[in-house]
């Protein structure tokens, strides 16, 4: 097995044998990425691949928004909407006007957000 193909099933195995809260994480890093190599193809003038991870991006958090269990949590869980609907309409509106200020506010905002649920993750694994 070359070094390539160990690495992706290392991936897949990583993937499909994580727990919620690890794929959550998976999801945020991803986040951060596909944010700021969309950022950085706007000042490439790339159009397509900026547009492509905006969009990635921007889907992470309506799968986030729509796997939110308001039920359960209350009024941080109505908080945690809003937050990600602006965050979405950040991506939106960089991705229409491939305006980089728009970046610069949106992802230290999405950086936030994960290391927001790396701490909690972290504080819930030591308190196991």
């Known amino acids: 097995m070359n070094t390539s ?5 290392y991936k897949e195995n990583s ?3 994580a727990s919620k809260e690890q794929l959550l994480l998976l999801l945020l890093d991803n986040a951060v990425k ?6 950085q193809a706007i000042i490439e003038k790339n159009i ?14 309506y799968e986030l928004i729509a796997t939110l269990d ?6 941080w869980g109505q908080s945690m909407v809003s937050v990600y609907n602006f965050i979405i309409e950040s991506l939106i509106k960089a991705n229409i006007k491939k305006d980089i200020s728009i970046m610069d506010e ?9 290391n927001t649920w790396t701490e909690a993750y972290k504080i819930s694994v030591n308190s196991k």
């Open 5 to 9: 193909n160990a690495y992706n099933q």
């Open 34 to 39: 596909f944010s700021k190599v969309g950022r």
């Open 106 to 114: 949106v992802i230290p905002i999405i950086e936030e957000v994960r």
């Open 70 to 75: 308001l039920s359960k949590s209350g009024d």
């Open 15 to 17: 993937v499909n044998f």
């Open 48 to 61: 397509k691949k900026s547009h492509e991870n905006l969009k990635k991006a921007q889907n992470i958090f």
